[in-house]
């Protein structure tokens, strides 16, 4: 079985876009874990706030972007965690130069 590496499931992710915030979910600091086992893939992630419209819409599109990578033999598990909360701080360089917001 041919499994995706950390990078290509990250590379993937980066399709998703967080529709309220204009922006893919890995440059947002949303995706929290990726783990590639021969278990499966188990991708923790949160959203920017617990009452997000667009969770599930968003989980949605997680797995169908994973498909491209990820054989359909291959379980992918997506996990909303809350745990850290999601802040700021956890965005790239490049989405907090876009929004306009410098921590340094």
Do not use: K
């Not at 990078?7 to 929290?32: K, Q, T, W």
């Not at 359909?72 to 999601?86: A, C, F, I, R, T």
């Amino acid at each position: 079985m041919n499994l995706p590496d950390e990078d290509a499931v990250r590379e993937a992710l980066r399709s998703v876009v967080d529709p309220e915030a204009g922006m893919n979910i890995v440059e947002l600091g949303l995706i929290y874990g990726v783990d590639v086992s021969d278990a499966g893939v188990h991708v923790q992630m949160t959203m920017t706030s617990a009452a997000c419209p667009m969770a599930e819409m968003i989980v949605d599109d997680v797995h169908a972007a994973l498909q491209s990578v990820v054989p359909s033999s291959v379980p992918v598990e997506v996990e909303l965690v809350w745990d850290p909360p999601w802040t700021p701080e956890r965005m790239s360089d490049f989405a907090r130069e876009h929004f306009g917001w410098n921590f340094g």
